[in-house]
């Protein structure tokens, strides 16, 4: 990040003039990632049909007259709207059609992440920091990672704070706690209902949350709810998590430029380096800490065979994704 405040940190937004995009870029422009004293300069990447709707945002952003904009471009090519980046938040992706199957979704997705990637590769700032939300958001970090040579793959992350912000509400609902009574949830895995929302090390008010609640809600409720949630979200709004989606885009941003709190993590999907024996090559969510803009596996958890059997669970499914989009050439 840049070190004088008064230098503007960019960011680029893929899927601009989508609703995840409509509800993020008035947060990041408010200061709620980077802070209140950081500038930022905006670049708005949309595909030529949407350019007019990311126009319209980019017009309503600047009526709302944010101190912190120092610029604000829209572009519909990747290699301009990626130039000097140094915060790329990967939103635009091809939602699965009628008659589609996964593997057309992974090559429909796979041929934008290919070329963001490459993109990424000849532009981004030396600091860029990326993280992916378009599904299936891990296997496209993975593909843009692999087409980004020359940036370390561990700039390349793919974003499972919902997930853990969703685990979070429900297991405060149970409890009947604040949100803030909480600590060190973690999410494992892909971001897809074969996730792993993980209490076996929570606490709340400082008392672990296993001696708190039944096996059974564990099993039965807390982890599907968090899982499906997003189905549940598509099928009682009619469209899919928008700004619960930003919201936690900005979450993931925020705490990995800002840092974790003492005695907390958050969850990020990042390459795994063959901690808790899910393999190197793939992008699977971790709990993590962050220190001056630098992410570390949280190492020596005790996992449950419970736990052991959910996380390998999640890990095959994102051997499977990563081997299918081998197969079509995209890594
Ligand atoms: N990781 C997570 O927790 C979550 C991920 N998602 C995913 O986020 C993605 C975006 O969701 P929404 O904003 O609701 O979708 P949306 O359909 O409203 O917007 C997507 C936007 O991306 C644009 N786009 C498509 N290809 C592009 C490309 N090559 N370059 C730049 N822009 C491109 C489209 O024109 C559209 O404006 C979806 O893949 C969705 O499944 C949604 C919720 C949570
Ligand atoms: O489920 C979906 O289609 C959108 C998504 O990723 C989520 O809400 O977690």
């Known amino acids: ?53 990311a126009e319209g945002t980019a017009l309503e952003l600047m009526d709302c007259a944010f101190p912190l904009v120092a610029g604000m471009e829209v572009f519909d090519d990747p290699a301009k709207a990626f130039d000097g980046v140094n915060i790329a938040m990967l939103v635009g992706a091809r939602p699965r059609g009628p008659g589609m199957e996964r593997a057309d979704l992974l090559s ?14 000849a532009g981004a700032a030396e600091d860029v920091k990326v993280v992916v939300v378009g599904n299936p958001a891990n296997t496209n970090a993975l593909i843009a990672s692999a087409h980004a040579p020359d940036i370390p793959d561990s700039r390349f992350t793919a974003m499972t704070r919902l997930d853990h912000d969703r685990a979070l509400a429900q297991l405060a609902a149970k409890m009947d706690q604040p949100v803030a009574a909480i600590r060190k949830l973690a999410i494992w895995g892909n971001h897809s209902a074969s996730q792993y929302p993980d209490i076996t090390h929570a606490t709340v008010n400082g008392v672990s949350a296993t001696s708190l609640v039944a096996e059974s809600w564990i099993a039965d409720e807390f982890i599907p709810r968090v899982a499906k949630r997003g189905a549940e979200i598509i099928s009682v709004r009619g469209g899919s998590s928008a700004a619960s989606a930003a919201n936690a885009a900005v979450e993931h941003m925020r705490l990995w430029v800002q840092g974790t709190p003492d005695g907390d993590w958050t969850s990020m999907a990042v390459p795994s380096d063959g901690s808790y024996g899910v393999p190197e090559g793939i992008i699977s969510s971790f709990p993590v800490t962050t220190h001056n803009g630098e992410y570390s596996i ?26 299918a989009v081998a197969q079509l050439g995209l890594l």
Not at 42 to 52: D, M
Not at 108 to 121: D, E, M, R, Y
């Open 1 to 53: 990040m840049s070190a004088h405040a008064s230098t503007p940190v960019t960011v680029t937004v893929t899927g601009a003039a989508g609703q995840i995009g409509y509800a993020l870029l008035f947060r990041l422009a408010s200061g709620a990632m980077l802070g209140p004293n950081v500038p930022i300069k905006l670049n708005l990447l949309e595909i030529p049909q949407a350019t007019q709707a």
């Open 298 to 323: 949280v190492q020596g958890l005790e996992i449950s065979d419970f736990s052991r059997t959910r996380i390998d669970a999640s890990v095959a499914e994102l051997l499977s994704e990563r081997d």
């Open 108 to 121: 429909a997705n796979g041929g934008i992440f290919s070329v963001q990637g490459k993109a990424l590769n």
